[in-house]
């Protein structure tokens, strides 16, 4: 099956840099790339999706690449505020499953 | 529009008893699907429901279970609890089932189970 990696595990970052997520993906049939964010108490909300035909899609600060060839992709969240602080999670979704990697934990430093 | 809804949102129980998770997904979502979420271990696919069907399966002991009802609503059972079935159980619905960008999951806050 999926096996989708995530690096860093923990990221900490001043207010105002950016801060960037890596992931890989196994299996080159995986056609959509989610990522999500986890507040403290809550569920993960999606904050930005990619699909396997886009390379890069921007949201604001917000930003996701996928390289394909490589099965990797990013997250990139520029101008950090301290409400960024929270676990983000990376998604690649292959038939009719999610496979999330371990999440990272960013926290942002005001 | 009412997110995804669980309950209960915390729950304690000891090793050998049974548990039921409810989870009612977002009005004219179709899909339920279940995860368990632990530190360091990101989330682990449970099932997936369909139209009341079960549409795929990861890869837990059959202590695990589920079932969807014809309004949507699922619900989870743990059976013989151990102390590693602790965590926090999410519940995401979608719209319709399959893993492509149209079946976006939208997750609840989850269940927090610990087992003593």
């Known amino acids: 099956g999926e096996n989708v990696e995530q690096h860093p595990s923990t990221l900490s970052v001043q207010e105002g840099d950016s801060a960037v997520i890596k992931c890989t993906y196994s299996d080159s049939a995986s056609n959509y790339f989610p990522w999500y964010k986890q507040e403290l108490g809550k569920g993960p909300q999606l904050i930005i999706d990619i699909r396997s035909n886009v390379g890069e899609k921007k949201d604001q600060r917000i930003a996701v690449t996928l390289n394909k060839t490589a099965k990797h992709f990013s997250l990139h969240i520029t101008e950090t505020q301290p409400e960024d602080s929270a676990v983000y999670f990376c998604a690649a979704s292959f038939g009719n499953q999610f496979y999330f990697g371990t999440g990272t934990s960013l926290t942002v430093i005001p | 529009k009412a997110g995804v809804t669980q309950t209960p949102r915390y729950l304690i129980k000891t090793r050998g008893q049974q548990v039921t998770l409810s989870c009612s997904p977002i009005s004219g979502h179709r899909s339920v699907s279940w995860y368990q979420q632990t530190p360091g271990q990101g989330l682990q696919f449970l099932f997936e429901y369909f139209s009341e069907t079960q549409r795929n399966k990861g890869n837990f002991p059959g202590r695990f279970s589920g079932r969807q009802f014809s309004n949507s609503r699922s619900e989870m059972n743990v059976s013989t609890l151990e102390l590693g079935d602790s965590a926090l159980y999410l519940c995401?619905?979608?719209?319709?089932?399959?893993?492509?960008?149209?079946?976006?999951?939208?997750f609840g806050a989850g269940s927090r189970l610990t087992v003593l």
């Open positions: 995401a619905s979608s719209i319709g089932t399959g893993g492509s960008g149209a079946n976006v999951l939208t």
